[in-house]
């Protein structure tokens, strides 16, 4: 197959154009495989979000971080991972839109959403303190890379336990959207379901492959930096798939599996950070970026901390019906990543 920086401006829109339209169609059904496997194994929306979703929608953004890590792009490949978290917290503003009964903050709050958002912070500010501390690495890997992962593990045996025993609930209100299991789903070969969840992952995995590499070479056409072109114009494309799953879980009424999925799939974009550093041949990955990669890192922190407010505070009506840490959430992205293009 011809190499991405081969391909010329046409075949890469053409290719890119084609990817977004498979996951546009094959995400919808995958968030509502998602739902049903959530009911059918009793481990509810914003857990099944978290890690099915999750999981399986940051499966082209994996790729790229990998791959570009191992070509030895360390400003690219984290820029990807922590700009993905930054534009997704965006997503799920733009979600918030798309359901008019309430405020999205108001209406999906759960202990287990509540509880993936602190250790989505939480794994940001170990990679935070990892850069800024002593440069040191083992057989090539920092050992940080360890603790982040079993840091992740582990906030997911709590993330469950939230779920399954909790010891707070948020208020009910007329426009608390509970997620209660629905009887057909409960009847459903689980076999089954996992096969069509595992075939509609795979589809969007190899597009979101293929509409990476088209992305890529389409930044490569522009000639942008490494920062820019990781942390903004791929990452928007490798990103696809979570705002279409997020669009479909809110109008389907699936509403803590849309926060979950968001919040979920930006924990394991942290994660994508410590596999990176796997990946690099050249030491620690943490000490191979710049500045600016730092900036995107507290900017995620900003805007995932203001969507934990959102989620404590429970405004249920806003400006233009959007809530207000949803605007915050918008503006901060934006401003964000303006001043990190004109920087």
């Known amino acids: 197959m011809i190499q991405p920086q081969n391909w010329s401006f046409s075949l890469s829109l053409l290719l890119f154009l084609i ?7 094959v995400g919808w059904q995958l968030t509502r495989l998602v739902d049903r496997l959530a009911a059918r194994t009793g481990l509810g929306e914003a857990v099944s979000g978290a890690i099915f979703l999750g999981v399986s929608t940051s499966l082209p953004g994996i790729v790229t971080s990998v791959t570009t890590a191992f070509g030895g792009h360390a400003e690219f490949a984290v820029s990807h991972a922590l700009g993905g978290i930054a534009i997704q917290t965006a997503f799920l503003a733009v979600a918030d839109m798309t359901y008019r009964r309430a405020n999205l903050e108001h209406a999906a709050a759960s202990p287990v959403n509540l509880m993936n958002g602190v250790l989505l912070i939480t794994m940001l500010s170990l990679i935070l303190l990892t850069i800024v501390g002593p ?5 090539g890997t920092h050992p940080a890379t360890a603790l982040i992962v079993a840091v992740y593990l582990f906030g997911l045996r709590l993330v469950q336990h939230s779920h399954t025993d909790p010891l707070w609930k948020p208020k009910l209100t007329f426009e608390t959207k509970v997620d209660i299991p629905e009887a057909d789903s409960l009847q459903e070969s689980l076999l089954r379901l996992s096969f069509l969840f595992t075939s509609c ?3 969007v995995g190899c597009a979101g492959w293929i509409l990476a590499r088209a992305a890529i070479s389409l930044v490569n056409h522009t000639g942008l ?3 820019i072109a990781g942390g903004l114009f791929t990452t928007v494309s490798t990103s696809l798939p979570e705002l279409v799953t997020a669009i479909a879980a809110v109008r389907s009424g699936a509403l803590t599996l849309a926060v979950g999925g968001i919040i979920g799939g930006n924990t394991f974009d942290v994660l994508l950070v410590a596999i990176s550093d796997v990946a690099y041949q050249e030491g620690s990955i943490y000490h191979a970026i710049t500045d600016k990669q ?3 890192m507290a900017l995620a922190i ?3 901390s203001i969507l934990l407010l959102g989620l404590l505070r429970r405004e249920e009506h806003g400006i233009a019906n959007i809530g207000f840490e949803s605007m915050l959430i918008l503006l901060a992205y934006v401003g964000g990543m303006t001043l990190l293009f004109l920087t």
Not at 19 to 25: L, Q
Not at 135 to 139: A, C, I, N, Q, R
């Open 201 to 203: 992952a795979l589809i």
């Open 135 to 139: 440069e040191f690495s083992v057989w």
């Open 225 to 227: 930096s490494e920062t």
């Open 302 to 304: 900003l805007m995932n």
């Open 19 to 25: 990817s977004t339209s498979i996951i546009g169609v």
């Open 294 to 296: 730092i900036y995107l």
